[in-house]
Structures are given as structure tokens and as C-alpha cells.
């Protein structure tokens, strides 16, 4: 601290006794400083920013809001009206969209939501599912699928997998949305995931929390990972992965796949994007079982990898 009087007008003794005392107090600071452990001379890894699943979506800002009085729908389950609107509703059926502009809010599903991108004129259909709840149950097939979707702050738990985009989609959007919970039977060989696509383009992930929660069953079944694009059916082609927590399970594989893999029948990715997520480290340390992204390939047309970290704030490095 500086003192606001002249220092020539105090005895030279005061002034002696003065200086000593600042010193005293300066070399106090740095002893505490040092012990608290803030670094003298920060580097740019010291002033990384951790972060943590209260900054993404999870129970308190996905799902059903608050004060929402659900009533027992009646409705079809077979939607073919185009503008169809489900709002405030329990639904406890599948419901299997024909129609576009069809709307799902403030509503809970006990079961499936599909729009089968695979029959003759879905180019056309489409769907929003916004402030909703999905419980799919135990099945082998995703929660919701396959795509022309619009998926925005919701809870999608229970299928093989939460939400899957099929190879002719037209587009796949989610955004602040908490994909988890998927369900397997004790025993079974089936592969999990948070988001999957076989091969497609068109895809947005932004702000979600994804996180392929079961473990291994033993038998070749479990988790391949949180996000997984996959070379299957299409090539995987315009992707975007922004902003998401890729939450840790050591009976994962890998965190993510890229959709870059030679194993593929096509397999080439070109124009993925990941960008600003985070992937939690989990108690190994390396996100998934072998470590956190596979089959991403940085040098392929218009692949970027920017600024992915660890849930620490220390850059993810990506792998082939």
C-alpha cells in the first residue's frame, strides 16, 4: 500500500521503521501466495478454465418445465396431418411421424419417437420435439431416429441409443438437449451410444450432454461411445459438434468417433466439425476406455479440430 503523506515529514526513524514494515508485509503476501499455490508468473496452462455438468444441460434445464400439468393424450400414434401440434401431454405409445411441421412440446413420451427417413417421400416430413421428456424403455432400436429433426432442451433416455440421424436424412439438429440412460438386457450383445449416425450429413450437435451410461455385459455388449459417426451406410459429411459435454465411461470405447476409418465401406468424413467441447476425463483419466476421440482425421476436406479440451481446461489432442 502507498502511503498519501510526505515521507520528509516524519523523523527518519518513523520512516525506517515504515520501510521495514512494507517489506515485512510484501514478503508475508508472497509466503501466503505460494502456499495457496498461485503461480508467480502465470503461463497460458495456468489460466485454463476447467469446467464442469453444471455448465451443460442435465435435470434441472431439459425435459418437461416445471409446472407443467401433462394431460393423457388420445391422439393418434400414427401422425400423418402435417402441423400436427402434441403439447402438455403423457404419451404412452410410439409415436411414428408421416407428416411435416409436426410439433412435440412440454410433452412426455413412454416410448419411441420415429421418423423413418428410409420410406418414400420423408424428404418432405418433419419434426420439433422441444421441453419434452423421451423414455424409450428397453428396445433395441434408438429412442429417437431417423432424422429431419429438430431436438432442443430434451431429457432422451432409455433404446440402444438416445438419438440416431439415418444416412438420408435431409438434417439432424440437436441443440441443449441430455441424451443418457440408454438400457440394455443383462446378457446382451448389443452396441450403445448417445448420438449415432451410420453415415449422413447435415448434422448439429450444440450444447448437449451426451453420455452412453451402461457397462460392458460380458458378451460384446455396451457402450461404443458418447458420439459416434460411423462410415457405414454413407460417407459422414457435413457434421457439426459444438459446444457439448462428452460426459466419461470406461466401458466406453472411445468418447467419440470421427467418422474417418479405414474398416468403414466408406471411409471418408469430410467437413466435421468439433469445436469447443469438453470431454470429461472420468477415473481413468482418458474419457472412454482407450481414450477419448477415434477415427477423426484433421487432415481430411474441411475437418476441424478447435479448441476441444478436458473437463480441466487442457487441450484434447485428436487421433486417426
Known sequence: MRGRGAASSYPRIVSAVLLLAVGLLATACTVFSSAAGAPPNPTASDTTVAASRADFPGPPNTGVPPGTTLRPYNGSCVITQDSTVIDSSLVTCDLVIFAAKVVISRSKI??????????????????????????????????????????????????????????????????????????????????????????????????????????????????????????????VSHVTITGNLLAANVGNSYCTYGGDASSKKFPHADNVVYRDNVFERGTNGMCGGYGPVSSFNDRGPGNLWVNNTWDDGQPVVPAD
Not at 193 to 209: A, K, M, Q, V, Y
Open 110 to 235: 413412454m416410448g419411441q419417437v420415429v421418423l423413418d427417413t428410409d420410406r418414400p417421400g420423408s424428404q418432405r416430413w418433419s419434426a420439433t420435439l422441444v421441453d419434452s421428456e423421451v423414455d424409450a424403455g428397453v428396445v433395441h432400436e434408438a429412442a429417437v431416429s431417423s432424422g429431419n429433426m429438430t431436438i432442443l432442451r430434451a431429457d432422451i433416455q432409455g433404446g440402444q441409443t438416445s438419438v440416431q440421424c439415418g444416412e438420408l436424412a435431409v438434417f439432424c439438429t440437436v441443440r441443449d438437449s441430455w441424451l443418457h440412460g440408454q438400457q440394455i438386457p443383462a446378457g446382451a450383445d448389443w452396441h450403445l451410444g448417445g448420438f449415432l449416425s451410420n453415415g449422413g450429413r447435415n448434422i448439429e450437435l450444440t450444447h448437449n450432454t451426451v453420455h452412453c451410461e451402461p457397462q460392458p455385459t460380458g458378451k460384446d455388449g455396451g457402450c461404443t461411445g458418447d458420439i459416434n459417426l460411423l462410415g457405414d451406410f454413407a460417407p
